[in-house]
């Protein structure tokens, strides 16, 4: 039988952000319906992508189709089918879904082009994949050509220079101030969390930051995202008591009252004030209080722009590495059905040349016997034939 690479997904490009985190999976729900898929027998091996912008299900299978993965996981997740199916993307062949996954990977389809976040997204799902002993020879191989590409990427073009999200962009602005190898100590407010404030928080924590702090109009909303993230949380009307305490302030809320200046009393050490709030959030007269730095999302986004328009002119190229991957990897597909007949072959042959040699030797010589068996074969039959194992991570 035939086996295929599909996927299934659900992103921002077809969904808004309450659709979206409906479908969210954490490592527990994934672990459990990954597991659920496979014991089901509707899928050979399976990985699960869950951000805050996608949900998707890559797998391997030989003949289940892809609405059948899709209702699983409404199912799963307690959803009415009529009013999230037509939200999913799908791919049920092996290259386009290879196609696609090279595409998700590199950064094309993010909500910030390049994204840089989202390779190790998926290298998490991987080992969490191989983990479970749910992998298989097409997730594997698909999984491969996708760190391949991520490389040449990386190597060949200038898509991945600098950032071009602004909320990355600003805490990269903080090595300006802070050696990052400090950020551990350095305690954050995050102020918002509309999409801005949620990508800062996600990003935070790869950066380094351990003391993070959100706040937010609806505090419910805080809160939630605080459990998620494994961080902090203040009520919104209480957070101005605190405000002298922080390193680092980020403003992301959108119109209300601006911080004032004396809101923020004296530092206590260097401070900076990250205020990407349109309109701006804190008052300009801030950046003049003593040890303390303000860096307004105007700055912020001078730099990302010059990055976006470095990497809008390399697509080209990266999309050329894609189609080059992408036909390495259809050639092997085709390759697949002799290296399995092979394969068989050999293991025949290894079953008749064992038989005959214990006919005609002593247990004495048993070892030797086997050695030459495995030598004779191999030099019959040089032609790989084993399965693919998975690559490191």
């Known amino acids: 039988m035939k086996h295929t690479l599909q996927v299934i997904s659900i992103s921002h490009q077809t969904a808004t952000l309450e659709q979206r985190q409906a479908l969210q999976l954490s490592r527990e729900e994934a672990t459990a319906f990954m597991q659920e898929l496979k014991a089901a027998g509707l899928v050979e091996g399976v990985l699960v992508l869950t951000t805050c912008n996608r949900t998707e299900v890559y797998y391997e299978t030989t003949a289940t189709e892809t609405a059948a993965v899709q209702q699983a996981l409404l199912r799963f997740k307690d959803l009415n089918a009529a009013a999230f199916a037509p939200l999913f993307t799908y791919h049920s062949y092996s290259e386009s879904t290879l196609y696609y996954l090279l595409e998700v990977g590199l950064g094309l389809r993010s909500r910030v082009l390049g994204d840089r976040q989202i390779i190790g997204q998926l290298k998490d799902s991987y080992r969490l994949t191989n983990d479970l002993k749910l992998g298989s020879p097409l997730l594997h191989q698909a999984l491969q050509t996708l760190f391949r590409a991520h490389k040449r990427v990386h190597n060949e073009t200038d898509f991945r220079v600098g950032a071009a999200s602004v909320g990355y962009a600003a805490l990269e602005r903080l090595t300006d101030f802070f050696p990052r190898k400090d950020f551990a100590a350095k305690r954050m407010l995050i102020i918002g969390t509309g999409q801005m404030g949620t990508d800062i928080a996600r990003y935070a924590s790869s950066f380094g930051f351990k003391d993070i702090v959100l706040t937010n109009r609806t505090d419910a909303r805080a809160e939630l995202l605080a459990q998620e993230l494994g961080v902090q949380h203040i009520a919104f009307r209480n957070y101005t008591q605190?405000?002298?305490?922080?390193?680092?302030?980020?403003?992301?809320?959108?119109?209300?009252?601006?911080?004032?200046?004396?809101?923020?009393?004296?530092?206590?050490?260097?401070?900076?004030?990250?205020?990407?709030?349109?309109?701006?959030?804190?008052?300009?007269?801030?950046?003049?209080?003593?040890?303390?730095?303000?860096v307004n999302i105007d700055q912020i986004s001078r730099r990302t722009q010059a990055v976006l328009v470095t990497r809008q002119a390399a697509i080209a190229a990266v999309e050329q590495i894609i189609a080059e991957e992408t036909e390495v990897f259809s050639l092997w597909l085709q390759d697949q059905p002799v290296a399995q007949a092979i394969?068989?072959?050999?293991?025949?042959?290894?079953?008749?040349?064992?038989?005959?040699?214990?006919?005609?030797?002593?247990p004495a010589d048993n070892a030797a016997a086997q050695a030459i068996a495995k030598a004779t074969l191999d030099r019959l039959i040089r032609r790989p034939a084993a399965p693919c194992a998975p690559p490191k991570v």
């Open 242 to 294: 605190e405000l002298n305490s922080f390193d680092v302030v980020v403003s992301c809320v959108g119109g209300g009252a601006q911080l004032q200046a004396a809101a923020f009393g004296e530092a206590k050490g260097k401070r900076v004030l990250l205020d990407l709030s349109v309109p701006q959030g804190i008052a300009p007269e801030a950046g003049q209080l003593t040890n303390t730095t303000l």
């Open 343 to 362: 394969g068989e072959l050999k293991t025949f042959f290894a079953e008749v040349l064992g038989s005959e040699l214990q006919k005609h030797i002593s």
